[in-house]
């Protein structure tokens, strides 16, 4: 049997879990896929965070960037929190927060929105899935506001993470979530925050 990579994982699970279960019924019709890394306009997004646009029916469009956790690397062994890459040490790169906080600080392109679902056990549903208003959430901890409580290695040591428990993030950073139902509607005039 061949192992799935973690691209390949992740983009199975935005396609058979995510979508049908979460962005089509927030968002009807409303989502621009971008999954060909190849393109250009993927490759100048993941700069900003961005690994799905949102149409927003009166033109605009907005960013959001998304991360998937099984149940067994995140909530069987009591972590609900978010992370976001730190280092990459096999290839000397400074991965997400870099690029986050150099966006915020310079104008760069930033995902509005980050998408984080910590699926259940089977794999064919999410267990918890929040999705925060990201640029929100990084002036917060750019600012000293919200800070990670504790810097993780990956279990195959390709990369660190900073993680934040969900629980400390504060209510004015979270658009939607699963068991809370935080915003109930789904119109996209719901979704560009303050």
């Known amino acids: ?16 879990v995510a979508m049908p279960q979460i962005y089509e019924k927030l ?8 999954d060909d890394e190849s393109s250009e306009l993927k490759r100048t997004l993941d700069i900003a965070g961005a690994d799905k646009l949102i149409k927003d029916p009166n033109g605009g469009v907005f960013f959001l960037g998304q991360r998937f956790r099984t149940y067994e690397s995140s909530l069987a062994k009591g972590y609900d929190d978010f992370t976001l890459r730190n280092y990459r040490p096999r290839t000397n ?3 997400e927060c870099f690029k986050v906080i ?3 600080k310079t104008g760069k392109l930033l995902a509005a929105y980050y998408a ?11 267990k918890k899935f929040r999705i925060i208003y990201f640029r ?7 600012a000293g506001v919200l800070n990670p409580y504790q810097k993780k290695d990956n ?12 629980k400390d993030i504060p209510l004015d950073c979270i ?4 068991k809370k139902q935080y915003k109930k509607s789904s119109k996209l005039t719901d979704f560009g925050g303050s």
């Not at 049997?1 to 058979?16: H, L, P, T």
């Not at 984080?116 to 999410?126: C, E, M, P, V, W």
């Not at 929100?136 to 750019?142: A, H, I, L, N, R």
């Not at 279990?155 to 428990?165: C, I, K, L, N, T």
């Open 155 to 166: 279990h195959d040591g390709s990369s660190d993470f900073y993680a934040w428990r969900f």
């Open 27 to 34: 968002w009807p019709n409303l989502v621009i896929h971008l």
């Open 136 to 142: 929100k959430f990084v002036e917060k901890w750019d």
């Open 175 to 178: 658009y939607w979530s699963l």
């Open 116 to 126: 984080y679902g910590h699926l259940h056990s089977n794999q064919k549903q999410f």
């Open 1 to 16: 049997m061949i192992r799935e990579d973690d691209v390949g994982w992740a983009i199975r699970i935005q396609n058979e």
């Open 93 to 95: 790169y400074k991965a």
């Open 102 to 104: 150099d966006a915020l």
